[in-house]
């Protein structure tokens, strides 16, 4: 799989589907960048871990994410907020991984820690104000 993560060096795109989406608290960590476009991810389920939503690869009925091109800096930027670590990913809160859109492929934070108890969101997006059941 090197030609897709070869390619997202050269014009990265970043999949997000919590706050750092249009709108919300830390969209300005995007500042700069490209709005590509919204899709929806049915290999992925997201976690509504209360302030912040986390994203596990697993089936979903389509989870909403928004596409961004960004450069060197601005992910950059995005792995410290994410708490990325790109020596040791899974000592970090979240790893980053390249994953299929609509719009080619792009890279998707993953979270790393427990989600026992946590709300799930199989279909949909997050939301800062939603209640939720734990299922």
């Known amino acids: 799989m090197p030609a897709p993560a070869l390619a997202i060096r050269r014009t990265p795109l970043v999949a997000v ?3 750092l989406k249009r709108g919300l608290r830390n969209h300005h960590w995007l500042d700069g960048a490209d ?3 919204a899709d929806r991810l049915t290999d992925a389920t997201l ?10 690869l697993e089936p979903s009925r389509g989870v909403e ?3 961004f091109r ?4 601005l992910l950059a930027g995005l792995d410290r907020l ?8 899974a000592s970090g809160t979240y790893d980053r991984v390249v994953h299929p859109t609509a719009f080619g492929p792009a890279w998707l934070y993953l979270y ?3 989600v ?3 709300s799930v969101i199989r279909e949909g997006g997050w939301s800062p104000h939603a209640r939720r059941s734990v299922v």
């Open 17 to 19: 589907y919590g706050t």
């Open 116 to 118: 026992a108890g946590c």
């Open 47 to 56: 976690y509504d871990l209360g302030p912040y939503p986390g994203a596990r």
């Open 112 to 114: 790393n820690r427990d």
């Open 70 to 73: 960004v450069d060197a800096s």
């Open 82 to 89: 994410e708490d990325y670590r790109i020596r040791r990913p």
């Open 35 to 37: 709005f590509v476009g």
């Open 65 to 67: 994410i928004e596409v």
